[in-house]
């Protein structure tokens, strides 16, 4: 079974250098490597790479970046991987394939280790295990998660424990086949990242395949997903605003994937941000720190925003128009 894999890349040269030579010692190898690359400066090492099809992004936009690659590789199979990820087992595209041949799944994931940097800058201040955690959240409209599902504003469960069938992927790593993957872009969501309003492009893109179809998580650890800085998390306030946003677009989207009505999960949102806002504020009297009041700030922002403003709507760029140029431009 043939697979490509595409890179989307944003100013991590060293990162990326050091996947792209895991890539290549594993014992099963792609067709194409495809590297779309955003960053300030151009690679020159990756554009005369023969094993690479090294491609330019017009913009700094991760979902569009994924279509470009998309629209370049021709493989029965396209592999998604960050760049700052690091393979720690050389089989993991025998298991991938072999999941493929034996499930016949839409999609496949495998198990990431996460040593999160955000996590640890988020500082909660409530243990997610206690009573009174579980208690907030039901209160607050986040309902019982359970492992591998997706529910409405994004909200996701854990991951599965033993292989099987899930709702949503993981964005580090996630492959789906090509030729069901037209129909899950979203040019909306090129446009949210374009005005710094999007996030969750991989819940976004994967659930719209898991909710109609069928993708199999397998739990195994073949990846490390290093504490890298994100680029998200540079800016707790527009981080915050960004996530507050994406929510009532993930909110929209799971909607539409499950043919209920937009409306009520609206109204979820509504009541689901609500509470939210007021807990941040809570943590924020509490902890009474620049990061806290940032992110509080962040999430009344995006809220607003969410209710008052429909950026698709406006856009005027021709993404799909944008996005075969750059792929024909390497």
């Known amino acids: 079974m043939e697979f490509d894999i595409v890179i989307c890349t944003l100013n991590r040269p060293d990162r990326l250098q050091n996947l792209l030579q895991q890539i290549f010692q594993c014992t099963t190898l792609p067709i194409k490597v495809i590297v779309v690359d955003a960053s300030a400066i151009d690679n020159d090492s990756l554009r005369s790479n023969p094993k690479i099809e090294y491609i330019r992004s017009s913009h700094q936009?991760?979902?569009?970046?994924?279509?470009?690659?998309?629209?370049?590789?021709?493989?029965?199979?396209?592999?998604?991987?960050?760049?700052?990820?690091?393979?720690?087992?050389?089989?993991?595209?025998?298991?991938l394939t072999e999941t493929y041949g034996v499930y016949k799944p839409d999609g496949v994931s495998v198990g990431i280790q996460y040593e999160?940097?955000?996590?640890?800058?988020?500082?909660?201040?409530?243990?997610?295990?206690?009573?009174?955690?579980?208690?907030?959240n039901l209160i607050s409209g986040v309902p019982l998660l359970r492992p591998g599902r997706i529910y409405p504003a994004g909200l996701a469960g854990p991951d599965l424990k033993s292989l099987g069938e899930v709702d949503f992927f993981h964005g580090p790593f996630m492959?789906?086949?090509?030729?069901?993957?037209?129909?899950?872009?979203?040019?909306?969501?090129?446009?949210?990242?374009?005005?710094?309003?999007?996030?969750?492009?991989?819940?976004?893109?994967?659930?719209?395949?898991?909710?109609?179809?069928?993708?199999?998580?397998?739990?195994?650890?073949?990846?490390?997903?290093?504490?890298?800085?994100?680029?998200?998390?540079?800016?707790?306030?527009?981080?915050?605003?960004?996530?507050?946003?994406?929510?009532?677009?993930?909110?929209?989207?799971?909607?539409?994937?499950?043919?209920?009505?937009?409306?009520?999960?609206?109204?979820?949102?509504?009541?689901?941000?609500?509470?939210?806002?007021?807990?941040?504020?809570?943590?924020?009297?509490?902890?009474?720190?620049?990061?806290?009041?940032?992110?509080l700030k962040g999430m009344i922002i995006g809220f607003w925003l969410a209710l008052t403003t429909n950026p698709c709507r406006s856009n005027t760029l021709d993404w799909y128009h944008k996005a075969t140029m750059d792929a024909k431009s390497n």
């Open 61 to 95: 936009n991760q979902p569009y970046q994924r279509y470009v690659g998309y629209l370049a590789s021709d493989a029965e199979i396209i592999v998604f991987m960050d760049d700052d990820l690091e393979i720690v087992d050389s089989r993991i595209f025998d298991k």
């Open 175 to 295: 492959s789906f086949k090509r030729d069901i993957m037209g129909e899950a872009f979203d040019p909306c969501l090129f446009t949210l990242y374009e005005m710094k309003l999007g996030k969750g492009e991989d819940k976004a893109l994967s659930m719209k395949i898991g909710l109609s179809g069928k993708i199999i998580y397998v739990p195994d650890l073949y990846l490390k997903h290093p504490p890298v800085e994100s680029h998200y998390f540079k800016n707790p306030k527009n981080y915050s605003k960004r996530l507050s946003y994406s929510r009532f677009f993930l909110s929209k989207v799971y909607a539409e994937s499950r043919k209920y009505p937009t409306w009520i999960f609206s109204m979820h949102y509504i009541y689901f941000m609500i509470w939210r806002i007021l807990l941040a504020s809570g943590r924020f009297l509490w902890k009474g720190n620049r990061t806290q009041y940032d992110l």
């Open 116 to 136: 999160s940097a955000i996590s640890e800058k988020l500082n909660n201040t409530i243990d997610s295990s206690t009573f009174l955690f579980r208690s907030i």
